[in-house]
């Protein structure tokens, strides 16, 4: 079994660490006694399957997320069942790994046309005018 990842990246689910607990969705008396919440834990620096491009954008963009040993901590209680609690959190870090997958493009450096300087330098012209007519005139 492995998470797919648009089809470009794989990664196996023995890299993920599951642990269920009980849920404080809904359920009714159900939640008492049925472990339906999934903790997913996932050592994104130790992966094999993540390459290392995708592994550091990943670690920029969501590394306010990972715990100090490097460990992604994600959740899912929304459900009351446990399957659907684990496609949950899988879709939760499939959209976090598609979001970095691409390389961002890089920007390209533009100029200022010729009208937005002299429009520019135009509003400046008015401004100080405006600014001189207020001055007390020495007669």
């Not at 990664?11 to 809904?26: K, M, T, V």
């Not at 306010?64 to 069942?81: A, N, P």
């Not at 429009?119 to 007669?139: F, P």
Request: glycine share 8%.
């Amino acid at each position: 079994m492995t998470l797919d990842i648009g089809g470009k990246l794989q990664i196996p689910l023995s890299e993920f660490d599951l642990h269920f607990a009980r849920s404080s969705g809904p359920g009714g008396q159900n939640v008492n006694k049925v472990n339906s919440k999934v903790v997913l834990y996932w050592t994104v620096g130790a992966s094999p399957s993540l390459p290392e491009a995708v592994r550091q954008r990943f670690l920029a963009r969501y590394g306010h997320r990972l715990t100090t040993e490097g460990i992604l901590v994600l959740g899912s209680d929304r459900f009351r069942d446990q399957k659907r609690n684990v496609d949950d959190c899988l879709d939760k870090l499939r959209e976090m790994l598609l979001a970095v997958l691409t390389p961002p493009k890089p920007r390209k450096k533009t100029k200022p046309t010729k009208g937005s300087k002299e429009r520019r330098l135009q509003g400046k012209r008015e401004l100080k005018s405006k600014k001189q007519n207020r001055q007390k005139v020495d007669w």
